[in-house]
């Protein structure tokens, strides 16, 4: 586990704000991280935007299409990264899809040169030895390399710029080897979900967990919800029934009174959308209000 | 034997599960019915008897002799799936999707569309079965295609427009899927084309394998032999696969699928996956991707809406990967000129991703031999794209 992850959940329940790097700008953005982790974040979710974000509702989904709009790119993101880390060692983990790291990096588009070649007539290979042979005919050496090697890149890159963790919300359980494997060689953690619908998969999932894990709350998308209805206390049993980890509370939770019973129940809270609304209406003045918010929050969950 | 996928879904390196953890639970109970129903007796007497009363199956394969004669090579055989109910292959794939999620005891089905045929032939087939139905539909394909969403709500489904992103297909699969996160139980989601997570690459494959093996029976019926070439259009690829799947352990028969080029594979403006994209994960499945060098899915463009998708199913990556299948790359206006062709060569006006198909076949058939037989799938009917042809040629029509 990574050391700072842990940390996070050190000082009471944790508070874990997310916001979406370089929207409305990465400047922005550099300053929410410092104005939170003052304001008692534990730990900071940064966004990179993607997209196609399927996991998100409207609020997210829009800072998603504010940030890209602007011409913000992985790499300036790792830039601020390492701006920020010599200021502050806050724990922070990305939050972001499969091929935004899948991707990093491939540059080796592939050559339209081939269709219709007459030589590959000759290939009959039926295909069916799957994994084991790899990639084959078609493919040139360096695509083979693209195979992993943006996954392999991305989390070095993590490393070097120091980041704690990440979060791939299309990435379940089953699909996460070839993911975790290489986070935990770069000290990254790689935060499973569990979700109301996991039921009997919540024992696997968390047993394998690593940093905390992170409980949708609800059915559906990301977004604030008047009222969530799962019962999070039977989630959160099951997960430290498999192994003594943090469990944090996410989705649909906008208010202190929501955070506070969330956090009852669990290890700390998330919130995003709720957040990314107030980023929405004050642009590049964001930071005090939200700050401001955060404390709140964080007040709300600390004594629990 | 071709065999695939794996048990994890893979067709070679791709493929997969790549799904929110909200889902994961209803991909696995919809493998498991998949993996009984497909045995049972039962389920597949009643989907045979809906391909042939309702849909009309099975579709001809018809002898295309003035074509054959024109382009002086081998001879030139169509898969008329544009003869199926609602005009398309996507029936097929409706009526086991929708038979199955109704065994399974769904009421209520839900599912993205570009042009707007695999809305219309859901909505079709929830009629016929009874269930609630709502389509996504990208703000930009509703403009464009005003008469498929009329047609939609006049079986009985409510349409819901798409506005995020680029506001077209690829944005309607993304709102489907945040959809059935949110309303699991009673929903099953009917995906149109062999993509997605596993099951469905595997599922919509073998709903529409009934195209092949239909057409094995028929040219064997015909011509005492199989084809040297089968031509299909490939988007997410479901005709396709359809078309190729009881050819594939028959290594002479090539394979070819025929992506839509757009404007040309060196431009922007281009939907030729295979030729252009790169491997990635996106919207359940690692296959290749239209996309930048940060993986951000690139907007793509083609005349066809139905190919209009910056992905292509599993299986095609893997088929080309191996190099059992060939996938090249056909512009707007072969397509274009294609679509003209077919018309009055024919007297078939075949939907324009189809024309994708018929315009590599007369680059294809000219360089063969009298004695070779090419088989082209004709997936759709063209109807739909006849005012979008128009303007294409400089003439505003309204429909």
Redesign the interface.
């Known amino acids: 586990m990574n050391d700072n992850v842990r940390r996070a959940f050190a000082n009471g329940k944790a508070f874990i704000p997310f916001v979406t790097a370089g929207d409305p700008d990465l400047e922005t953005t550099e300053r929410l991280v410092y104005a939170m982790e003052e304001a008692g974040a534990d730990l900071i979710e940064l966004g990179i935007p993607?997209?196609?974000p399927?996991?998100e509702?409207?609020v997210i989904?829009a800072a998603n299409?504010r940030a890209?709009s602007g011409g913000v790119?992985?790499?300036m993101i790792f830039d601020m990264v390492v701006r920020i880390r010599k200021k502050t060692d806050v724990p922070m983990v990305f939050m972001t899809y499969?091929?935004?790291?899948?991707?990093?990096?491939?540059?080796?588009?592939?050559a339209?040169a081939r269709?219709?070649?007459p030589a590959?007539?000759s290939?009959?290979?039926?295909?069916?030895d799957?994994?084991a042979s790899?990639?084959?005919?078609?493919?040139s050496a360096d695509?083979k390399k693209?195979?992993t090697g943006?996954t392999r890149r991305f989390m070095e890159k993590m490393r070097q710029v120091g980041m704690d963790g990440l979060i791939l919300?299309?990435?379940?359980?089953?699909?996460k080897g070839e993911f975790a494997g290489i986070a935990a060689e770069n000290g990254l953690d790689f935060i499973s979900?569990?979700?109301?619908?996991?039921?009997e998969?919540i024992a696997d999932?968390a047993k394998d967990a690593q940093g905390f894990v992170y409980c949708?709350s609800s059915?559906?998308?990301t977004g604030m919800r008047d009222t969530i209805t799962t019962d999070i206390g039977a989630m959160v049993r099951l997960v430290k029934e498999a192994q003594d980890i943090p469990a944090a509370v996410g989705f649909g939770i906008s208010n202190p009174a929501q955070a506070r019973k969330m956090a009852s129940q669990s290890d700390g809270v998330i919130v995003g959308s709720a957040i990314v609304r107030m980023i929405a209406e004050h642009g590049r003045d964001a930071a005090a209000p939200v700050a401001e918010y955060v404390r709140s929050m964080k007040d709300a969950v600390r004594d629990l | 034997m071709y065999q695939q996928p794996n048990e994890k879904g893979r067709y070679g390196i791709h493929g997969g599960q790549y799904m929110p953890e909200t889902l994961m639970n209803a991909v696995i109970e919809l493998e498991e019915a998949y993996d009984h129903y497909k045995k049972d007796e039962a389920f597949n007497t009643e989907l045979a008897a809906l391909y042939r009363d309702y849909a009309g199956r099975p579709s001809n394969l018809y002898f295309a002799k003035r074509m054959t004669d024109d382009l002086g090579g081998a001879k030139v055989y169509l898969k008329r799936e544009d003869l199926n109910h609602t005009g398309a292959h996507k029936v097929n794939n409706c009526l086991g999707q929708v038979l199955l999620a109704k065994k399974m005891g769904k009421t209520r089905v839900i599912a993205e569309t570009g042009a707007g045929q695999h809305g219309v032939a859901t909505a079709t087939v929830a009629a016929l079965f009874g269930m609630e139905c709502e389509i996504f539909m990208g703000a930009k394909d509703m403009e464009r295609q005003a008469l498929n969403v009329y047609r939609m709500r006049l079986l009985g489904a409510k349409v819901h427009p798409v506005e995020s992103g680029t506001a077209t297909l690829k944005d309607a699969v993304s709102d489907t899927l945040r959809e059935w996160t949110n309303r699991i139980a009673d929903t099953h989601y009917v995906l149109g084309s062999v993509m997605g997570p596993h099951p469905f690459p595997m599922i919509v494959r073998d709903f529409q394998a009934v195209i092949s093996r239909e057409a094995r029976e028929q040219i064997l019926e015909a011509e005492g032999r199989l084809p040297d070439a089968v031509l299909a259009c490939v988007g997410g690829g479901s005709n396709a696969i359809g078309s190729f799947y009881h050819f594939i352990d028959d290594g002479e028969v090539r394979l070819i699928g025929c992506e839509a080029a757009g404007r040309g594979v060196d431009t922007a403006e281009t939907a030729a996956t295979i030729a252009t994209g790169k491997l990635g994960i996106f919207h359940g499945m690692k296959s290749y991707f239209c996309q930048d060098e940060y993986g951000q899915i690139a907007p793509v463009y083609s005349i066809s809406a139905g190919l209009d998708y910056p992905g292509v199913g599993p299986e095609h990556a893997a088929l080309y990967d191996s190099g059992r299948a060939e996938y090249v790359a056909v512009t707007d206006e072969e397509a274009v000129e294609a679509f003209e062709y077919l018309s009055r060569t024919e007297g078939i006006i075949p939907a324009i991703e189809s024309a994708h198909a018929v315009a590599y076949a007369r680059k294809l058939v000219p360089t063969m031999k009298k004695d070779q037989i090419v088989v082209v799938t004709v997936s759709g009917r063209g109807d739909k794209d006849v005012a979008a042809i128009a303007r294409y040629r400089g003439e505003d029509l309204h429909e």
């Not at chain 1, 499969?98 to 592939?110: F, I, L």
């Not at chain 1, 790899?134 to 493919?139: S, T």
């Not at chain 1, 919300?169 to 089953?174: K, N």
């Open positions: 993607f997209s196609d399927t996991a509702g409207p989904q299409e890209l790119t992985t790499d499969a091929n935004v790291v899948y991707a990093y990096g491939n540059e080796a588009v592939r339209s269709k219709g070649d590959l007539l290939k009959s290979g039926s295909g069916n799957a994994e790899g990639v084959k005919a078609n493919l695509d693209a195979v943006g919300p299309d990435v379940p359980f089953e699909e979900l569990i979700a109301p619908t996991s039921h998969r999932i949708v059915l559906g998308v």
